[in-house]
C-alpha cells in the first residue's frame, strides 16, 4: 500500500492542523445517547470522493472523522492518531490511507492498521448505516 504524504508546512505540523474542517453547515449531524446521525444531503463535502469532515463539540464523546472514501464506502473513525500526541486525521486522497496531521504522520489503512509511523495501536473505527440520505453510527 502507498504512504503518500500529505502536503503541509512544518507550523501545520508543529501545530497538529488538520487538513478536514468541520462541516459548512453544522445542521448536518446530530448526536444522542449513543447514536451519531448524519444528513447526508446537507453535506456536499461527502459527496466526493477523498471528502471528509471533523465532528467535535456538542455532547460527542470524543472527535469523529467521516469521510468518503474511494472505494464508494462511506467510514467513520474516532479522530484521534494512536501515537502520543493525540493529533487529528485527514485521509489522503488517492491511496486509501488516513494519515495524522502531527510531524510524525503515522499513517493507518481503513480498516485502521497502522502502515507508517510510530503509532502504536490501531485506529479505533465505527461501523455505519447508510439508509437513504441518513448516516448512523453508534459511539461506544
Ligand atoms: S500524534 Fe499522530 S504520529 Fe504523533
Known amino acids: 500500500?502507498?504512504?503518500?504524504?500529505?502536503?503541509?508546512?512544518?507550523?501545520?505540523?508543529?501545530?497538529?492542523?488538520?487538513?478536514?474542517s468541520e462541516p459548512k453547515d453544522s445542521t448536518c449531524w446530530n448526536y444522542s445517547y449513543g447514536k451519531l446521525t448524519v444528513d447526508l444531503d446537507k453535506v456536499p463535502e461527502l459527496k466526493q470522493a477523498g471528502?471528509?469532515?471533523?465532528l467535535e463539540g456538542r455532547d460527542l464523546p470524543e472527535r469523529i472523522l467521516v469521510f468518503f472514501g474511494e472505494d464508494q464506502q462511506y467510514y467513520v473513525f474516532r479522530?484521534?492518531?494512536s501515537h502520543i500526541g493525540h493529533r487529528?486525521?485527514?485521509?489522503v486522497p488517492g491511496t486509501n490511507t488516513i494519515q495524522c496531521c502531527s510531524v510524525s504522520k503515522s499513517t493507518?489503512?481503513?480498516?485502521?492498521?497502522?502502515?507508517?509511523?510510530?503509532?502504536?495501536?490501531?485506529?479505533?473505527?465505527?461501523s455505519t448505516i447508510i439508509d437513504g440520505n441518513k448516516l448512523t453510527t453508534t459511539i461506544s
Do not use: W
Request: glycine fraction near 10%; charge should be positive; proline fraction near 6%.
Open 108 to 126: 493507518y489503512d481503513f480498516g485502521g492498521n497502522k502502515i507508517y509511523g510510530p503509532a502504536p495501536h490501531q485506529l479505533i473505527r465505527y
Open 79 to 81: 479522530n484521534r492518531c
Open 88 to 91: 487529528r486525521l485527514d485521509p
Open 1 to 20: 500500500m502507498e504512504v503518500k504524504i500529505l502536503k503541509r508546512n512544518i507550523f501545520q505540523r508543529m501545530l497538529g492542523l488538520s487538513v478536514t
Open 51 to 54: 471528502g471528509a469532515i471533523r
